[in-house]
């Protein structure tokens, strides 16, 4: 479709209302090049999160059922992307599917060639720092090169315990939050070679672990350390606290999402409009997760390019893994270990 087409809006559906599809949800019901037309959750009380006005069931199956949907955010836990994916896929629909694109490589797999088979439906993984500013402008600097040749990089994501405490037992740190740093790190820095990490002993939010340090070494010998949690007190009023340094043999890039330009104390506490992807106000789109949403609008219709790869997607998820293997067995990981197993 040309982009002069006339304009319809894309009919969605979100199934799986929890943290991050009610995000998706209120945006996807704000923008104009979309149409909210069903949500999905098998909690039925899920269903509050929803515009009274749009309909919600409670069976993936009467989402695919439907013949007024085009496309289904997929952001059910990690472990359920696959079959609806799949199934989604095989009706033509489009897919926006949360990271990571699943729990296993083998889940990857199959969903990637469902995409290659269902050819006329496209599918998409929701890497949201492939649309935050900061980070774009990062990976545009180094590829520009003022960095020159990337040899040192750091990244570090703390976040609160109003996420671990949920998470926690549920999902690991590396697959659920290193690995959005490992995708931008692999895209400035190459393929990764080898994989050590360690995790914190202390759990305070639950089966754990709470807290990861780790290494990649990349095949172009350069090195990168991270950094990731979901420890912070929430009551410390901290929201996310994330960095990323790349040093190379000609400059440097940082990247320092706080503090912000805006910081709001209201009585509702601090808010960090300019830099949340769940924006303070879910009645206004904007940040990654809306970038992402609208673009994926641009990639159905008019087939913009989606920043990343399913195979960048399937790469992230290797390397978080590995990550998840080296600590369990306290060495460092090969990543051809981890392509050999699956
Ligand atoms: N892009 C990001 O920044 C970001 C942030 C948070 C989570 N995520 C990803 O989004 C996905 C969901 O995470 P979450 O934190 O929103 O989880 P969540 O537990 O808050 O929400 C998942 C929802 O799915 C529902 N559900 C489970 N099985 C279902 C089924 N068969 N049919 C319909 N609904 C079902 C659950 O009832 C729950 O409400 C995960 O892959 C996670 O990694 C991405």
């Known amino acids: 479709m040309s982009p002069n087409a006339p304009f319809e809006p894309l009919r969605c559906a979100v199934v799986g209302l929890g943290s991050i599809g009610r995000d ?24 509050a999160v929803l515009p009274a006005e749009v309909p919600f069931v ?10 007024d949907v085009d496309a289904v955010w997929v952001c059910t836990p990690q472990h359920l ?16 599917s949360e990271k990571p694109i699943a729990h296993s490589l083998a889940d990857a797999d199959a969903m990637i060639r469902a995409a290659e088979r269902c050819s006329e439906a496209v599918l998409v993984v929701g890497h949201t720092l ?27 994501w703390n976040t609160g315990d109003h996420e671990g405490t949920v998470i926690s037992g549920r999902t690991t740190v590396p697959l659920e939050m290193a690995i959005h740093d490992v995708d931008i790190l692999r895209q400035i820095a190459g ?26 070494e990349f095949e172009s010998g350069a090195v990168a350390s991270l950094d990731h949690s979901w420890i912070m007190p929430s009551t410390t009023g901290m ?26 104390f209201g009585p509702d506490g601090p808010a960090f409009p ?23 609008v641009r990639t159905v219709k008019h087939g913009a390019p989606w920043p990343l790869t399913l195979a960048d997607a399937r790469a992230a998820l290797a390397i978080a893994l590995a990550m998840d293997r080296s600590i ?7 990543m051809r270990e981890i392509e050999g197993e699956r």
């Open 81 to 96: 992307h696959r079959d609806l994916t799949v199934a989604a896929l095989e009706r033509g629909l489009h897919v926006f």
């Open 24 to 47: 998706h949800a209120a945006i996807l019901d704000a923008l104009p090049e979309t149409e909210l037309v069903v949500g999905c959750d098998l909690d039925p009380t899920r269903r």
């Open 191 to 216: 393929e990764v070679r080898s994989v050590f990490a360690v995790a914190s002993t202390i759990s305070p939010c639950g089966p754990g672990p709470d807290a990861v340090a780790g290494t990649l």
């Open 274 to 296: 300019n830099t949340a992807y769940r924006q303070a106000n879910p009645l206004i789109p904007g940040g990654a997760l809306a970038t992402a949403d609208r673009h994926f």
């Open 328 to 334: 369990v067995e306290r060495r460092p990981v090969e």
């Open 130 to 156: 492939r649309f935050h500013p900061d980070f774009v402008v990062a990976m545009e600097a180094v590829a520009a090169g003022q960095v020159g040749v990337p040899i040192q990089l750091s990244a570090r």
């Open 58 to 67: 409670t069976e993936a199956d009467a989402v695919l059922d439907r013949d």
């Open 239 to 264: 929201f996310s606290d994330h960095r990323l340094a790349v040093f190379g043999d000609r400059g440097t890039v940082y990247v320092e999402t706080r503090p912000t330009p805006a910081q709001i």
